[in-house]
């Protein structure tokens, strides 16, 4: 009858009350809905072929119900700066979004009038490199103007892949007075040119770099460079390698990168304190949409209900004498009213956690 009614009640939990079970919000789990707004112009700028060109980005915003502000992260598509698009990477900006960041993927201008296209070694990719850098930055102030995008402007993160990659690392590593706020870049299959490592310094943002051993665009010598170089003058920077790979590893290693990425962002997002974000619970529709990344086993292994942190709120008990038996009946009637006799892990309301001090004993 014990177990029935745990079964019982704790379903009851997770239907109607989900943001009770989901406590933590760790920007590492895919807990959202997603709103997506496309084709956003985010400004105008003139293009390579002497004509203005208007620049859009695609949004994707975590659906929590709330008003919290929220940490964003700009994803800048690949191309070798003369083809692509930002709806190739649909659904790596979803997964970041369910994670709970507000995501930007952006279209910046490519230089179509070049014959070929570039890589790692143009010795013209100086310029392909200064106007995406622009229109990056271009759109990180449009972002912070919106307040309604719900944008924490202290914690920005920018990444890429490819050229897109190239775009985000010399965003984030330059003396721009906008590039400051940025908090961390990610890098997939790019690097900063081996000719401008001494761009780096020391005020740089932390760095993860993916990188493929036998990309034949983008050298890996060149990516460990670049680490090599931040972590000298002091950056936190980790270069993740995949051995034997080439340049489409965000094609091939897209779970590990974007598994990886997110315990890499997440202390970030939350103020790099080390310690996972706690937010009052609040009735939120249940998120039923699955994130299409599957979850490999050992991430969920060990997990059980007495890991899970705890809320926090402003309790406000009902004056009820404590001398209540202390019941899985009396706990599921006493549930709505916030009976502080049935607060058994003392964290100032009562919810499921309770369910499982109550069950243990």
């Known amino acids: 009858m014990k177990k029935l009614l745990f079964v019982l009640f704790f379903s009851f939990i997770i239907v109607a009350f989900p943001s009770v079970v989901r406590a933590v919000d760790n920007y590492i ?3 959202y809905q997603v709103k997506t707004t496309q084709n956003v112009v985010y400004g105008q ?7 203005q060109e208007t620049l859009l980005l695609d949004l994707y915003q975590p659906e929590d119900g709330g008003s ?18 930002k709806s190739v990477y649909t ?11 507000v995501v930007a993927s952006i279209n910046y201008r490519l230089d179509t009038t070049h014959n070929t296209p570039y890589n790692a070694k143009s010795p013209d990719l100086d310029k392909p490199i200064s106007s995406s850098r622009a229109d990056t930055l271009m759109a990180l102030r449009f ?3 919106k307040p309604e995008y719900r944008i924490n402007d202290k914690i920005v993160f920018v990444g890429g892949s490819s050229a897109g990659a190239i775009t985000a690392l010399y965003t984030a590593y330059s003396e721009e007075v906008d590039a400051k706020k940025i908090k961390a870049v990610y890098s997939i299959a790019g690097t900063v040119i081996d000719s401008d490592f001494d761009l780096i310094d020391k005020g740089d943002p932390p760095s993860i770099l993916f990188s493929g051993t036998t990309d034949g665009i983008i050298p890996y010598e060149m990516a460990k460079g670049t680490v090599d170089k931040l972590k000298k003058v ?15 590893i965000i094609s091939k290693e897209n779970f590990d990168i974007h598994q990886r990425l997110a315990k890499f962002l997440s202390p970030y997002a939350q103020g790099k304190t080390g ?49 209540i038996p202390l019941t899985m009946e009396g706990l599921i009637e006493n549930y709505l009213s916030n009976n502080a006799a049935f607060d058994l892990n003392k964290d100032g309301i009562v919810n499921g956690f309770d369910y499982f001090q109550l069950y243990k004993k």
Request: charged share 25%; net charge positive.
């Open 29 to 31: 789990d895919s807990i």
């Open 45 to 51: 700028a003139l293009g390579y072929n002497g004509k």
């Open 68 to 85: 919290e502000k929220r940490p964003l992260i700009i994803f800048i598509h690949g191309g070798s700066f003369v083809a692509g698009d």
């Open 91 to 101: 659904d790596n900006a979803v997964d970041l979004a369910k994670k709970g960041y």
């Open 143 to 145: 972002l912070l103007s």
């Open 234 to 248: 002091g950056v936190k920077a980790v270069l993740v390698t995949y051995k034997g790979e080439g340049h489409e």
């Open 275 to 323: 310690k996972k974000k706690k937010v009052t619970p609040t009735v939120t529709s249940a998120v039923t949409d699955k994130p299409k990344v599957t979850v490999k086993p050992s991430i969920t292994k060990g997990l059980s209900p007495t890991s899970i942190k705890q809320p926090t709120a402003t309790p406000t008990f009902t004056p009820t004498p404590t001398t």
